[in-house]
């Protein structure tokens, strides 16, 4: 029986050892970490008091770490407990507040906020399924709308048309109005290097597709050259019905270098709009102060926001759909221009939160908020490091989200 106890008592021995030396491990890598911080330059701290930046930290010759950046607390992938990371808290705040007041309506759907809709009256959920391992082409729309006031929810399912055809198909936005359903999405074509972009309308009712509107292809050839469109992403934090959808079409045209070489020249840029009510498309040739980036634009309404390099550093252009026009440019000295600064934006609450996607030790990443009524700008700073010399010269911050805690 000693035997027994012997090998019982070298095994929790073994065990608190090994479990000693990975703590160790874990916080000697945590001290090697900088410890960033928000700057303020200008503007209410109460502004970035809920706000959080997550990307990605590359030490000089490293492997990148996930960061999450807050205004005094900064904290690392790698030293999160299995909680953390099991429900992390870059949830979407939307997200988050359903699965807190619509929990069993939420149970099972993913953290994704794009296939959802809500208003005063109705919580909207619909996604594509994209099949099993057996078929994975058997692509299905699963609806469910929760009416708030019965709590009564009816569900749905229906093939997607031509479902064969794609490889994959991914929801971009999710609208309703009177009962129809408009279910924007994304989808690439098999054996093709071509995404096309549909509006499927339903009639909740009678749980029927009533259209299936193809309104664009992301690739386009023709005689001269080729040309690409991008969907702007839309933001609504009024409940009510988008009017429109945008795209940025670029068209490239071949020439020929004086080395023989063919390559593609841009050309043109031009603002592609889809009226959601009329089935109306219209294409607009964008103003030369707009560069036209669509990863750096935003559509709320009839406004689209372009966030773009100035010679003061950043500039906010909103632009009108229906007038055709700028209705006003606001300047953000606080961001940096130049090549590898690019913009990220979130809209949050009625404001534009815009922050460098790019720093390094020379370049600390520039923030800014602006109230879009008033284009006031309410805060401006940067993301810094504590003790920028306890960290390689090399280092690299690269954020890919904004988010803004509820």
Known sequence: ???????????????????????????????????????????????????????????????????????????????????????????????????????????????NIAPFYENEKLLVYADVDLGSMINDSDFTFDIEVLEKESDET????????????????????????????????????????????????FDVSTQKLISDDLIASYQEENDIGWSYTDLISSSNTSGEENKYIAFVKTILEDVQGEDGEVYSEEVAKELVTYNLESKQMKSTELPDEINGESHNAVLIGTMIYFGQESEAGGELIAYNIESEEIDSSQTIDQLLKGENNGLLM?????????????????????????????????????????????????????LNEIMVQE
């Open 154 to 201: 009816e569900a749905f399912e229906l093939d997607v048309p031509e479902k064969n055809k794609y490889a994959y198909i991914y929801v971009e936005a999710v609208q309703m109005a009177e009962g129809e359903l408009k279910v924007i999405t994304r989808q690439s074509v098999k054996r093709l290097n071509q995404n096309e972009f549909h509006v499927y309308r």
């Open 1 to 111: 029986m000693m035997r027994y106890w012997k090998i019982i008592s070298i095994t929790i021995i073994s065990i608190f050892a090994i479990g000693a030396f990975y703590i160790q491990s874990a916080l000697a890598e945590k001290n090697s970490f900088p410890d960033y911080t928000i700057t303020t330059k200008s503007g209410d701290e109460e502004a970035v008091k809920r706000l959080m930046l997550q990307g990605t930290y590359y030490g000089e010759g490293e492997q990148g770490q996930g960061v999450t950046i807050q205004k005094n607390e900064v904290a690392y992938s790698n030293n999160n407990s299995l909680l953390e990371l099991i429900n992390p808290n870059y949830i979407d705040p939307k997200i988050k507040r359903l699965q807190k007041e619509y929990r069993s309506f939420m149970r099972g759907k993913e953290n």
């Open 346 to 398: 979130k809209v949050h609450e009625g404001k534009m939160y815009v922050a460098n996607y790019f720093s390094d030790r020379k370049t600390p990443g520039g923030i800014a908020i602006i109230e879009l009524d008033t284009g006031e700008k309410l805060y401006e700073g940067f993301v810094n490091v504590e003790n920028p010399k306890t960290v390689p010269p090399g280092y690299e911050l690269i």
